[in-house]
């Protein structure tokens, strides 16, 4: 049975592709008689209706009520990855007995734009750092013009932006309902050794080393040096992941964002999302959702500079000496964000 969903999941990308497209297009033809049907009124997910500011259409109406029909590709995709979401959602919610209330505190990672009504999830390594640095441009009343003009250090001050949790319980309702959600993913072991790269191989991370390094350094290593344990400044990949997938880890404390999951930072069971970027169809889908939020004109989104990113290559390379027992229980800590946002199995893991 395990067998058989790995070599389904690791289908060929094209014939995966072709699939989505014949499916998304079907999907895309069908609302489009149902609105040639029903013309005055579209409903948003959930059965509520779509409100907007005075005198504009919201962005929520751009994306399920559109002024013209465009079957393109990245609007079939989005339809593809919010029903994907929707149907683990289900499963999950079918095989669990236990229900989960979101608290405040699980909003702190929605950006809201007030003005243009949007909701932004940031996920680290998943080009946060500009997202963020769009939406001080668009909540920033003037200040800001270029996004690449604001310091990325800056963009990361909790007080340049504000998220959901700021708000009471009944505007969090009304901006969840109201607003335009949207989140941005990327395949998770190519997220993860990114983190891993950034916080600690770094030399300047030494904040990290200090609050996480000295701790794996202590845990993970046998007869580690007296500089290693007070620094904590050259931890192994394969230290990195005996820590990830020491039970004792999540019982101590949450995973840091950098390696937390997805769906454990923007909660897609509990959060309908509207659009579903991927990093990698990154500035396509950046382009549509400023497009939809109607500041396409105001800002673009600053083009990703490749020569540094982490790619699946180097990934692979990575893994090489994870061993097959330790690369199994990575895979199952991540395996939802596979899953729900449609990435195969890596062909370099050796599952145990």
């Known amino acids: 049975m395990k067998q058989g969903l790995a070599d389904i999941m690791r289908l060929s990308r094209k014939c995966r592709m072709l699939l989505a497209t014949c499916l998304g297009s079907l999907i895309l ?6 609105s040639m049907l029903h013309p005055v009124m579209r409903r948003a997910p959930f059965g509520m209706d779509i409100c907007c500011r005075k005198g504009s259409r919201s962005p929520l109406q751009e994306l399920y009520n559109p002024t013209q029909y465009e079957f393109s590709s990245t609007e079939v995709a989005h339809q593809i990855r919010r029903n994907q979401v929707a149907q683990m959602c289900r499963a999950n919610s079918a095989r669990s007995r236990k229900r989960r209330v979101l608290t405040p505190n ?26 963020k640095r769009v939406m001080m441009v668009l ?8 996004p690449m003009e604001i310091p990325a250090n800056e963009a990361h001050v909790p007080a340049n932006l504000k998220t959901l949790n700021q708000y009471s319980i009944s505007e969090i309702n ?80 949450p995973f840091n964002e950098h390696w937390e ?11 309908h999302y509207d659009l579903i970027g991927k990093y990698e169809s990154l500035q396509e889908d950046a382009n549509y959702v400023l ?48 899953v729900m946002f449609n990435y195969s199995v890596p062909n370099y893991l050796k599952l145990a």
């Open 291 to 338: 497009r939809l939020a109607g500041v396409d004109k105001l800002v673009k989104f600053p083009t990703y500079a490749k020569s540094t990113r982490t790619t699946d290559e180097m990934t692979a390379q990575f893994f090489q000496n994870i061993s097959s027992a330790f690369q199994t229980q990575l895979f199952n800590l991540y395996k939802l964000d596979f």
């Open 106 to 131: 699980d909003l702190k990672h929605l950006v809201v734009d007030e003005d243009h009504e949007l909701i932004y999830c940031y996920v680290p390594k998943v080009a946060c750092t500009n997202w």
């Open 139 to 146: 909540t920033g009343q003037g200040r800001y013009s270029d």
């Open 29 to 34: 033809v069908i609302f489009y008689f149902q």
């Open 174 to 253: 009304h901006r969840l309902k109201s607003y335009l959600k949207f989140m941005f993913v990327r395949e998770p072991f190519e997220r993860l050794v990114s983190a891993y790269r950034n916080k600690f191989t770094r030399r300047y991370n030494t904040s990290f080393h200090k609050r996480y390094g000295t701790k794996i350094v202590r845990r993970q290593r046998k007869n580690a040096t007296r500089e290693a344990l007070r620094s904590g400044g050259d931890v192994k990949f394969e230290e990195f992941v005996g820590y990830l997938i020491n039970p004792h880890t999540q019982r101590e404390e």
């Open 261 to 271: 999951t997805v769906a454990s930072l923007c909660h897609p069971c509990h959060v």
